[in-house]
């Protein structure tokens, strides 16, 4: 079959060659990117005299009509053609005729797919900045039902302090926050238009490269004809915000793991979002945060892959860079599913508050708070860390807690002591009191889930 691209060539390659060259099979996820890309071309063209009106209006109608049939998923493509671009154009020479070949003039596939990338990008970025806000909104409804449950809060998988499950939950509301505006930011770099700059050096003929970037929606064009074809930046930072993102997901995801584990018994994910054992009749598997916490490494490898990928890239364009593609695609799709997946899973999620009360009754989160009560008192804080430590030694050859102590025990370890120690001792006062700016505080909590909604308006 003679390539779109074959003038100068006596042979054609073997099937399979053309098979390992080709990128249809996934760069076809462009299709709808590359007609647009192409309306606002001809549109161009015609307006600048370099086609007739009547040509424009030809082939806009043609491209109209491969539109429709892309919608309805009609379209079908051959490995023959290589890739989406030569497809559509093979397509639309069969519905109009030899003018669909003028469709080209003054654009090279590299402005062509860079441009398709970036439209692409663009949209999939604002789908995925609109999805983190949803999970935002579930993150601070559920935080506002449990300002008041108390959960040990840990530092190296130890006990550590006493804190408000809400105040738990918002901390991934922030690390939300953060990952929404790097993405947010990086749509300056995103919506720049490479279209116009040709295979590399631009074109001769008198294009208006401002009209087709004002077309398409995107703020500027670049403004150097080499970086626009080869700049991969915006896929690269996509790649590693979404590292970031997912990154959070995971740690999220292992302490859903955790917490549902009988270890643990804090919460119970929903049915829906678990799975059982085909021979354990008793399981119930946390495998959705399983598969999140799993995803992240695929995304990461993602990152890598494009980074290693253009790190040796000479200027301008390269077939190298053909595998940029399937790894933002598969990128985007594992970052929506896996906000989508955390949302419905922490939305029916149980909360069992009474066994997270009896956690933080059950170990020695509270002794900050002694020691915290000696300071208050005068005692230098060193000092009272060593005094509560060897309390905290006593109880455990005891077998109690601080709690259970008798007040003439704590007295004979510091005589400052006085019977107002068993109320400020209480996991609900140790959170109560913490009411210093984004601390763990009832009245900081509440403060924080405010703002937030107000973030989210």
């Known amino acids: 079959?003679?390539?779109?691209?074959?003038?100068?060539?006596?042979?054609?390659?073997?099937?399979?060659?053309?098979?390992?060259?080709?990128?249809?099979?996934?760069d076809q996820e462009l299709v709808m990117e590359d007609i647009e890309g192409s309306l606002a071309h001809v549109k161009m063209l015609g307006a600048c005299g370099i086609i007739s009106k009547e040509e424009e209006e030809v082939i806009k109608g043609g491209l109209s009509s491969l539109k429709a049939k892309a919608e309805?998923?009609?379209?079908?493509?051959?490995?023959?053609?290589?890739?989406?671009?030569?497809?559509?154009?093979?397509?639309?020479?069969?519905?109009?005729?030899?003018?669909?070949?003028?469709?080209?003039?003054?654009?090279?596939?590299?402005?062509?797919?860079?441009?398709?990338?970036?439209?692409?990008?663009?949209?999939?970025?604002?789908?995925?900045?609109?999805?983190?806000?949803?999970?935002?909104?579930?993150?601070?409804?559920?935080?506002?039902?449990?300002?008041?449950?108390?959960?040990?809060?840990?530092?190296?998988?130890?006990r550590a302090q006493p804190i408000s499950l809400g105040h738990h939950f918002m901390a991934y509301f922030w690390m939300l926050e953060r990952d929404k505006e790097r993405l947010v930011d990086s749509l300056k770099r995103i919506n720049l238009s490479p279209l116009g700059a040709g295979a590399l050096a631009g074109t001769t003929f008198p294009i208006d490269r401002h009209?087709?970037?004002?077309?398409?929606?995107?703020?500027?064009?670049?403004?150097?004809?080499?970086?626009?074809?080869?700049?991969?930046?915006?896929?690269?930072?996509?790649?590693?915000?979404?590292?970031?993102?997912?990154?959070?997901l995971s740690r999220f995801s292992e302490e859903i793991i955790l917490w549902s584990s009988q270890e643990y018994r804090f919460i119970e994910l929903d049915d829906t979002f678990s799975t059982g054992s085909s021979i354990m009749p008793q399981k119930k598997n946390p495998d959705m945060a399983e598969l999140i916490r799993g995803k992240t490494?695929?995304?990461?490898?993602?990152?890598?892959?494009?980074?290693?990928?253009?790190?040796?890239?000479?200027?301008?364009?390269?077939?190298?860079?053909?595998?940029?593609?399937?790894?933002?695609?598969?990128t985007v799709t594992t970052v929506k599913g896996s906000l989508k997946i955390f949302n419905g899973m922490l939305a029916t999620m149980k909360v069992n508050t009474s066994v997270m009360k009896e956690a933080v009754y059950q170990d020695f989160s509270n002794a900050t708070e002694l020691a915290d009560y000696l300071a208050a008192k005068g005692i230098p804080f060193?000092?009272?860390?060593?005094?509560?430590?060897?309390?905290v030694l006593h109880c455990i050859q005891q077998g109690c807690y601080l709690l259970d102590l008798p007040l003439a025990?704590?007295?004979?370890?510091?005589?400052?002591?006085?019977?107002?120690?068993?109320?400020?001792?209480?996991?609900?006062?140790?959170?109560?009191?913490?009411?210093?700016?984004?601390?763990?505080?009832?009245?900081?909590?509440s403060a924080a889930i405010e703002k937030a909604r107000e973030l989210i308006k």
């Open 1 to 26: 079959m003679k390539k779109l691209w074959g003038g100068r060539f006596t042979k054609t390659a073997e099937e399979w060659i053309d098979s390992f060259g080709a990128s249809i099979s996934f």
């Open 72 to 158: 309805k998923g009609e379209l079908s493509f051959s490995v023959d053609y290589e890739d989406i671009h030569l497809n559509l154009e093979k397509l639309l020479i069969d519905e109009i005729g030899p003018v669909g070949g003028k469709l080209h003039t003054a654009r090279s596939r590299n402005d062509q797919v860079a441009t398709d990338m970036h439209l692409y990008l663009r949209n999939q970025v604002e789908e995925i900045i609109m999805t983190i806000e949803e999970f935002q909104k579930t993150l601070i409804g559920v935080a506002e039902k449990h300002v008041e449950t108390i959960v040990p809060g840990y530092t190296h998988l130890q």
């Open 211 to 248: 009209m087709t970037a004002e077309l398409l929606g995107f703020d500027g064009i670049y403004e150097n004809s080499l970086d626009a074809v080869s700049d991969r930046d915006f896929i690269a930072e996509f790649l590693n915000h979404s590292s970031i993102l997912m990154m959070h």
């Open 297 to 330: 490494g695929r995304v990461y490898g993602n990152a890598i892959g494009l980074m290693t990928l253009l790190k040796g890239l000479p200027l301008a364009y390269n077939k190298d860079m053909q595998e940029d593609k399937e790894g933002m695609f598969d």
């Open 382 to 391: 060193r000092e009272a860390h060593e005094i509560v430590g060897k309390l």
């Open 409 to 445: 025990v704590l007295k004979e370890a510091s005589p400052l002591i006085e019977d107002d120690i068993y109320e400020a001792l209480k996991p609900e006062e140790a959170v109560r009191r913490r009411n210093s700016a984004g601390g763990t505080g009832f009245t900081q909590v």
